[in-house]
């Protein structure tokens, strides 16, 4: 066994992805054995769903998946999430034949099957010590009574964990990110649901009012959400 703290004070969440049951019980036996906290998807889409209600501090990755493929998850956490949190890829020795596209791709790491529980531990180790210096646009973020960690893809509002959909969550990250800032709701739907026709779909209002009526039930007697009449919305100034 790797000596050493595993997460025991860390309280690191890993993720792992693998469609075979008898390899992901093995994985997650091999991390709780390390004292981390561990969740199991089965297929690229459980996956994707479990990174939206909430970021886990590391993924390992199988690539071949049922349905969504452990590339097509990468990439959407990497390309339209901005997520940089580590991904070790997990794959049969024959298929990881191009690791260089692997770790262009944004993998951080890889591990071929079959492997050593030693193996896996010592590289979840490796890099979550590496992530351990998050860089700049990862630094949690406050407004008001608002904290915001974009690492960990969560929000409290007077210490209380405020429950935000993906979506509504990037909305709030934006606006926090550029406080002040008129966001049109063009640009939020650009930037939050990553282009496509905005036309005169009501969807960014929807999420604008669903994060508002989240915060006013924490905080009713501050405003948070401005709206830019004609334009759009902004925080104003704290
Ligand atoms: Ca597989």
């Given at each position: 066994m790797v000596s050493g703290t595993g997460g025991k004070d860390m309280d690191y969440r890993i993720l792992v992805v693998e469609d075979e049951p008898d390899i992901n019980n093995l994985l997650a036996r091999i991390l709780r054995e390390e004292d981390y906290k561990v969740s199991q998807a089965f297929s690229g889409t459980e996956a994707k769903m479990a990174t939206e209600r909430e970021m886990p501090d590391l993924i390992l990755l199988?690539?071949?998946?049922?349905?969504?493929?452990g590339e097509e998850l990468l990439q959407d956490l990497r390309e339209n999430r901005k997520s940089h949190i580590p991904v070790i890829v997990i794959s049969a020795k024959g298929l990881l034949e191009d690791k260089v596209s692997l770790l262009k791709m944004g993998a951080d790491d890889y591990i071929t099957k079959p492997f050593e529980p030693e193996e896996v531990a010592a590289r979840v180790q490796a890099n979550l010590r590496r992530w351990?210096?998050?860089?700049?646009?990862?630094k949690p973020l406050t407004y008001k009574n608002l904290k915001l960690s974009p690492s960990a893809r969560k929000v409290t509002l007077r210490g209380k964990e405020l429950a935000l959909t993906g979506h509504e969550f990037d909305i709030l990250y934006l606006l926090m990110k550029n406080p002040e800032k008129v966001y049109s709701r063009e640009l939020l739907y650009e930037q939050v649901w990553h282009g496509g026709y905005y036309g005169e779909n009501n969807t960014v209002n929807v999420h604008v009012s669903n994060i508002r009526k989240k915060i006013k039930e924490e905080d009713p007697g501050e405003e948070y959400i401005q709206t830019v009449y004609g334009i759009g919305f902004k925080l104003p100034q704290a």
């Open positions: 199988d690539l071949m998946l049922p349905g969504m493929s351990g210096k998050a860089p700049e646009t990862e």
